[in-house]
Nanobody, 123 residues
Framework: QVQLVESGGGLVQAGGTLRLSCAASGRTFSSYAMGWFRQAPGKKREFVAT????????YYANSVKGRFTISRDNAKNTVYLEMNSLKPEDTAVYYC????????????????WGQGTQVTVSS
């Protein structure tokens, strides 16, 4: 069992920066690939970024590539999402997920989810 708690969301102007954190409970954090997804009102949950269990491999959605960076600290049981050059279209609830079968871009590949943190980017 893994429990995930996101933090770091908020209101920021376009072009600004936010850093999201996702703290995990349990001693098996380092065995899970981790991912960030987002969901805007009326839309499906969409892939943002994912990182392998050891942090070696990372993958990004085209819409955030070059602006967002995913990282993890297994000693702290935490995964991060650094978001730069934010745009109004980045506005959404951001969720982190844990996947036991490796990195993936499909929400169905994830076993555990956090409760989400709201990110709002004003123009």
């Amino acid at each position: 069992q893994v429990q995930l708690v996101e933090s770091g969301g908020g209101l920021v102007q376009a072009g600004g920066t936010l850093r999201l954190s996702c703290a995990a409970s349990g001693r098996t954090f380092s065995s899970y690939a981790m991912g960030w997804f987002r969901q805007a009102p009326g839309k499906k949950r969409e892939f943002v970024a994912t990182i392998s269990h050891n942090g070696v491999s990372t993958y990004y959605a085209n819409s955030v590539k070059g602006r967002f960076t995913i990282s993890r600290d297994n000693a702290k049981n935490t995964v991060y999402l650094e978001m730069n050059s934010l745009k109004p279209e980045d506005t959404a609830v951001y969720y982190c997920g844990a996947a036991s079968r490796g990195v993936g871009a499909d929400p169905y590949e994830y076993d555990y989810w956090g409760q989400g943190t709201q990110v709002t980017v004003s123009s």
